[in-house]
């Protein structure tokens, strides 16, 4: 059964960090290009960093970049959103979602990624 969890969020001071981790079943992280959004109240759903199947390369939105790192652990079937410097206009709820087609580059569209995770609440505040 396709399912992915994610979980590593919380409660950070303006400056912290986070680990959020997207652990996957019924399928390899590896062949998928794997998002994550995010979802604030009042607010759409944007896309924030993105990695490609197979490794070849990554996509980070211009308010996390030099902030966020991306990364996966085929072994693990996981996919890791590294959080630096938070920020309290970071405070969201985050998905990480699976590509509908394998061996792709990164695509941003929400309506690309057909499988979801239930989500992460973070949130920065002093």
């Known amino acids: 059964q396709l399912q992915l969890v994610e979980s590593g969020g919380g409660l950070v001071q303006p400056g912290g960090s986070l680990r959020l981790s997207c652990a996957a079943s019924?399928?390899?992280?590896?062949?998928?290009?794997i998002a994550w959004f995010r979802q604030a109240p009042g607010k759409e759903r944007e896309a924030v960093s993105c990695i490609s199947s197979t490794n070849r390369g990554a996509y980070y939105a211009d308010s996390v970049k030099g902030r966020f790192t991306v990364s996966r652990d085929n072994a693990k079937n996981t996919v890791y959103l590294q959080m630096n410097s938070l920020k309290p206009e970071d405070t969201a709820v985050y998905y990480c979602?699976?590509?509908?087609?394998?061996?792709?580059?990164?695509?941003?569209?929400?309506?690309?990624?057909?499988?979801w995770g239930q989500g992460a609440q973070v949130t920065v505040s002093s």
């Open positions: 019924g399928f390899s992280v590896g062949f998928y290009a």
């Open positions: 979602a699976r590509d509908r087609q394998r061996f792709r580059l990164c695509v941003l569209r929400s309506t690309d990624y057909d499988d």
